[in-house]
């Protein structure tokens, strides 16, 4: 079992910045890829972004390339999202996810997930 808590969300205007955290717990976290998703009201869980074992590589959704940064301590036991340039349309709750699988982008195909933290981008 591997237990996944976010944190760092809140309330910040349109062209403002956010870092995400996720901390880990159970298993060795640098056996698990990791990966953020989001999810707005009415919609979805949609990928965001992904990162490898070791953090040497990285996988965004096109809506977020530029904008976010996925990365990963592993000495921490800590994956980190930093949301530059943010936007009314990236308003969601954010959920942290553990992945046997590389550069996969369905939910399902993530074992583990943290209950999330809100995301609210104001115009």
């Known amino acids: 079992q591997v237990q996944l808590v976010e944190s760092g969300g809140g309330l910040v205007q349109a062209g403002g910045s956010l870092r995400l955290s996720c901390a880990a717990s159970?298993?060795?976290?640098?056996?698990?890829?990791m990966g953020w998703f989001r999810q707005a009201p009415g919609l979805e869980r949609e990928f965001v972004a992904t990162?490898?074992?070791?953090?040497?590589?990285?996988y965004y959704a096109d809506s977020v390339k530029g904008r976010f940064t996925i990365s990963r301590d592993n000495a921490k036991n800590t994956v980190y999202l930093q949301m530059n340039s943010l936007k009314p349309e990236d308003t969601a709750i954010y959920y942290c996810?553990?992945?046997?699988?590389?550069?996969?982008?369905?939910?399902?195909?993530?074992?583990?997930w943290g209950q999330g933290t809100q995301v609210t981008v104001s115009s």
């Open positions: 996810a553990a992945s046997n699988s590389w550069r996969t982008v369905t939910p399902s195909q993530y074992n583990y």
């Open positions: 990162i490898n074992w070791s953090g040497g590589d990285t």
């Open positions: 159970g298993r060795t976290f640098s056996n698990y890829v």
